[in-house]
């Protein structure tokens, strides 16, 4: 199945405006990604991913939430297989 998972932003580790990445933590799981499409985004704010590359800022309490609800079912369990979010 394919979602877009929201993370937060813990790092920015590139900043050339096209190859933009950054460390984001998908509630304790650290992971490379993409935020050439946002240029906005920054450290402490979550962004929704989908295959590597943030697609938007969200609201931190919905992400949460969201996070909380992916624990539940034990569906970040399958990005720690390596599955890109």
């Known amino acids: ?5 929201p993370g937060e ?3 920015i580790t590139e900043e050339d ?3 933009r990445q950054a460390k984001v933590s998908f509630g304790g ?3 490379p990604v993409s935020l050439a499409l946002l240029p906005e985004a920054c450290a402490g704010e979550y962004v929704l991913v989908h295959a590597g590359v943030a697609i938007s800022v969200v609201d931190a309490e919905e992400a949460e939430k969201t996070l909380e ?3 539940e079912i034990d569906e ?3 990005l720690e297989d390596g599955a890109s979010p």
């Open 1 to 5: 199945m394919c979602l877009a998972v």
């Open 29 to 31: 799981l650290v992971k």
């Open 76 to 78: 970040l369990n399958e």
């Open 69 to 71: 609800y992916l624990r």
């Open 17 to 19: 405006p096209l190859a």
């Open 9 to 11: 932003i813990l790092e």
